[in-house]
């Protein structure tokens, strides 16, 4: 646990620094592609997350949406798993609502006496609130592909007991 939190600290001090000196060869239309760019894979990751669950726990989605106790986990280890997925949906969520935000503290302070007079601070802070937001995004990204390997090797290992059982 304690070192979970000081790998998130040096990650924290390493994205603000970081903004703060690329921030002033950083132009606003390089983060609008950038923002664009993790609004689409959000959305995808979104989508590959949801039809994951659709299609692995039926049972868990029809028992969820009409409110009925139904025992749909076969193990503790599928609820993890939905955990997991789940896990994923919400920070792709959550990324999509960090850049909403950008865009809208954008709209409200461009063009202001806080902008201009605090403008290399603000470019500062936002190129590390959109760093912050690509880190989410390729821990999303990178924990989708993770799990999707250890699905197939859980496959590959059920298919090859099969094999093994009728060979015996």
Known sequence: MI???IISVIIFAILVSGGYCLSENVTYSYLTDLLSVLQNTSAMIFAIAGIWLAYLYPN???????????DFLASKNEAKRIEGMIFIIILSAFVLVLVILFYTFNAILRGSDLYYHNKDVIKGLGVSYVAGILYVQLYCVTELIRRNVSFINRLYSVINEKELEEKL
């Not at 868990?60 to 139904?70: H, R």
Request: glycine content about 8%; charged content about 30%; aromatic content about 8%.
């Open 60 to 70: 868990a989605i029809a028992g969820l949406m009409k409110s009925e106790k139904v």
């Open 3 to 5: 070192i979970k939190f």
